[in-house]
């Protein structure tokens, strides 16, 4: 019998593509000294998402300066059953891919499982949510991206942005959604 489902908590998770890059794990404590719960590691290999970001070498480098801290690597890439070893060996504690970019959602989360990783799994803007039903008693957590389509539907409801926002993009977000209320 499986054990009862804890209450979910709030907890804070950082992109760590936010940070200055040449100063890496210093930025990394400064996050978890901040009172991060755990640090996002955006993995994007050019193809499932058109921007190019960092492999298993950099997680590898950055584990032994940040023996406690969590590392919850968002997976967009394409065939992510390819990537679940060298993650591993590298020190990731949770693999989050995304539904899209594998034929057998069911068998990644069970390469992820049996290397020692917490799984997730995540859907694109414009997937629905449904496709993940399947998929939920099997997983330790559910990224779903949803600032896209979610203005649309529901007018009066605060929304979170992630996804690269900084000084250069945060006006074209907020101007997004005005235009969306209009």
Not at 112 to 119: R, T, Y
């Amino acid at each position: 019998m499986a054990a009862p489902c804890k209450a979910p908590t709030c907890k804070i998770g950082p992109s760590i593509l936010n940070s200055d890059l040449s100063q890496l794990a210093s930025e990394c404590h400064r996050m978890m000294d901040s009172g991060a719960d755990y640090l996002h590691l955006d993995v994007m290999d050019g193809q499932f998402v058109p921007n190019l970001t960092f492999g298993h070498p950099v997680v590898k480098c950055l584990r032994p300066k940040l023996p406690k801290a969590f590392f919850d690597m968002h997976m967009m890439v394409q065939e992510p059953e390819k990537w679940i070893e060298g993650m591993h060996d590298a020190g990731a504690d949770q693999y989050t891919f995304h539904y899209e970019a594998t034929e057998d959602p069911t068998a990644c989360i069970r390469k992820i499982k049996e290397a020692g990783m917490k799984a997730g799994i995540g859907i694109k803007p414009g997937t629905s949510v449904e496709v993940l039903v399947p998929f939920v008693d099997l997983v330790d957590m559910v990224l779903i991206m949803t600032i896209h389509f979610l203005r649309d539907r529901f007018k009066n409801i605060d929304i979170e942005v992630d996804g690269g926002v900084g000084l250069s993009t945060i006006q074209a977000c907020a101007e997004e959604d005005l235009d969306a209320k209009a």
